[in-house]
């Protein structure tokens, strides 16, 4: 089975073609048994056409205002319409008829490849893979900012027992580890896992009195650090630190390496989709190419 066979083109065609129609204006004859609700010219708008698009909980005055709008949005579409195949060139509107059919076309085609894709396509990536990536692209991985690794813990400004948060959060063994699991309640945000790294930007999201100003100064390796505002105070202990310029590590960088594989797979296997299809035509002669007369 050749490898664009593998799903139900005439599937995704109608399903294409579905949302082709759905998308479009109401367009119809008057010959059609349906009751119309605005008329332009020889183009008509049909009342369950409006009526399908307003959603079951609206009630009766706002469908009514709804049912307005969208009737004068649509007449006012139609008129300019009108205007502008009477007032634009025949050049030009050849150019812009020539545009609509390049969108339809990207649109069938589009939506043919992506189930193709999705179908074919293998979505696992492997840590091998990703390190290998990794390996043979650091100088395209170097950070913009700052990371850290750090514990952090905030309580209220009326916390009694901070001298002894702070020196368990120094210290952080496993029974210090166990006593402020025990007291977590009284935490009003928490982070212990200390192999994780974490961008400035983000730590100033979750640490308030930390800013721009004052990073570099608080954000060092095995740095302590007690920061207050009006609402609480925040105690932490940074493990490590990575600069910026210095090449991100792959705990922080994998997912987006594993998009950028991913990406990669998807390219290589639409351009191989395409050769093949090429190949088939030329081979069946569905596919040929003139040669110039001289």
């Not at 367009?27 to 020889?42: H, Q, T, Y």
């Not at 894709?117 to 290998?132: A, I, P």
């Not at 210090?176 to 896992?193: G, N």
Request: glycine share 2%.
């Amino acid at each position: 089975m050749r490898l664009y066979e593998r799903i139900n083109f005439s599937y995704i065609l109608g399903a294409v073609t579905v949302m082709l129609l759905s998308s479009c204006d109401a367009l119809f004859s008057p010959k059609d048994e349906k009751e119309p609700l605005a008329r332009v010219g020889d183009s008509y708008l049909y009342k369950e056409d409006v009526a399908s698009l307003i959603p079951n909980d609206m009630s009766a005055q706002d469908s009514a205002f709804y049912m307005a709008n969208y009737v004068n949005r649509w007449a006012t579409k139609q008129l300019l319409l009108t205007k502008a195949k009477i007032n634009l060139s025949e050049e030009r509107q050849s150019e812009y008829n020539r545009l609509v059919e390049d969108y339809r076309a990207d649109l069938y085609t589009r939506a043919y490849m992506d189930a193709l894709v999705q179908q074919s396509s293998d979505t696992t990536v492997s840590e091998v893979q990703l390190r290998q990536f990794y390996e043979n692209e650091k100088d395209n991985f170097k950070l913009d900012e700052k990371l850290a690794r750090l514990r952090f813990v905030e309580v209220s400004n009326q916390f009694l027992d901070k001298e002894e948060v702070e020196e368990k959060m120094r210290r952080f063994n496993s029974s210090d580890r166990k006593y402020l699991d025990s007291i977590t309640v009284q935490f009003k945000k928490i982070h212990f896992d200390d192999s994780v790294w974490v961008s400035t930007s983000r730590l100033m999201e979750e640490i308030r009195p930390l800013d721009y100003q004052n990073a570099d100064r608080h954000l060092k390796k095995s740095q302590f650090f007690e920061l207050r505002d009006s609402l609480g105070i925040y105690l932490g202990k940074v493990t490590d630190v990575l600069k910026e310029g210095e090449v991100a590590p792959l705990s922080y960088i994998s997912p987006k390496i594993r998009q950028i594989i991913l990406n990669r797979r998807r390219l290589n296997y639409i351009k191989n989709l395409e050769k093949d299809i090429l190949d088939e035509a030329i081979k069946t002669n569905e596919f040929e190419v003139y040669a110039e007369e001289d």
